[in-house]
């Protein structure tokens, strides 16, 4: 299965919406996509939506922390949403839930960014 990857740029947030796999066959194309459109846009934040993710592995950690830490040197911030239970899992076992906010939903997640819809 390949990976989709969906921005969308919403005020000063840019939105990533995942669906597939994103593994070390994919990561370089999440990567590329992430940043050029985190320079290119004016996107101070990042929601990372994982509603239809399926699967995820070190790679994807990496391209996350990556990008998050990209961010982080802009003084931008990145939350999490929609999070399936087996992404979780991993989230959870590599301590990323201890510097990446998680939120049920996008609404929630541009709430947190104090972005109202």
Same mark, same amino acid.
């Given at each position: 299965m390949s990976l989709q990857v969906e921005l969308e740029h919403y005020r000063n947030v840019? =939105? #990533?919406r995942l669906r597939g796999e994103l593994d070390h066959h994919t990561a370089d194309v999440v990567r590329f996509k992430m940043e +050029?459109? =985190?320079? &290119? !846009?004016?996107?101070?934040h990042v929601i990372?939506?994982?509603?239809e993710l399926l699967f995820? /592995?070190?790679? !994807?950690?990496g391209v996350i922390l990556g990008r998050y830490k990209q961010l982080k040197a802009k003084g !931008?911030?990145? #939350? #999490?949403? /929609?999070v399936n239970?087996? #992404?979780h &899992?991993?989230? +959870?076992?590599? !301590?990323l839930f201890k510097i990446l906010p998680i939120h049920d939903n996008e609404r929630l997640a541009l709430t947190s960014l104090e972005v109202v819809s």
């Amino acid at each position: 299965m390949s990976l989709q990857v969906e921005l969308e740029h919403y005020r000063n947030v840019l =939105i #990533v919406r995942l669906r597939g796999e994103l593994d070390h066959h994919t990561a370089d194309v999440v990567r590329f996509k992430m940043e +050029e459109a =985190i320079l &290119r !846009g004016n996107s101070a934040h990042v929601i990372l939506s994982l509603k239809e993710l399926l699967f995820m /592995d070190s790679s !994807g950690l990496g391209v996350i922390l990556g990008r998050y830490k990209q961010l982080k040197a802009k003084g !931008g911030k990145m #939350v #999490v949403c /929609d999070v399936n239970q087996s #992404v979780h &899992r991993l989230f +959870e076992l590599s !301590g990323l839930f201890k510097i990446l906010p998680i939120h049920d939903n996008e609404r929630l997640a541009l709430t947190s960014l104090e972005v109202v819809s």
